[in-house]
């Protein structure tokens, strides 16, 4: 049996890592200082909830269309990554790092 769920995960991880040097590009280019990103979390947080509206909607769309369907097993998952990023963004807009 072949394993339909490869790859889903990695999916995650790259939207996650792309929204993050995305958002520290964004907020170093419109704060004018390159360790803005290193001072305050928030930007992180905001990164890592968009990330997770992302996975959201990549999830939402493949468990629409049946030729791309993912398992039950795969939707679960990302569904928990979803969570996840969401919590994380949230906890981050109101943490100070360092």
Same mark, same amino acid.
């Given at each position: 049996? @072949?394993?339909q769920n490869r790859g889903w995960g990695i999916l995650a991880l790259v939207i996650i890592v792309a929204f993050v040097l995305i958002v520290?590009? /964004?907020v170093g /280019? @419109?704060?004018?200082?390159?360790?803005?990103y290193k001072l305050h979390a928030w930007p992180m947080g905001v990164a890592v909830l968009l990330a997770a509206a992302v996975v959201y909607l990549v999830v939402r769309h493949f468990s629409k269309e049946p030729r791309r369907a993912m398992t039950e097993a795969t939707?679960?998952?990302l569904t928990i990554w979803v969570f996840v990023l969401a919590v994380a963004g949230v906890v981050l807009l109101f943490v100070r790092l360092g």
């Open positions: 049996m @072949i394993n520290q590009g /964004a /280019a @419109i704060s004018g200082d390159p360790h803005f939707k679960r998952v």
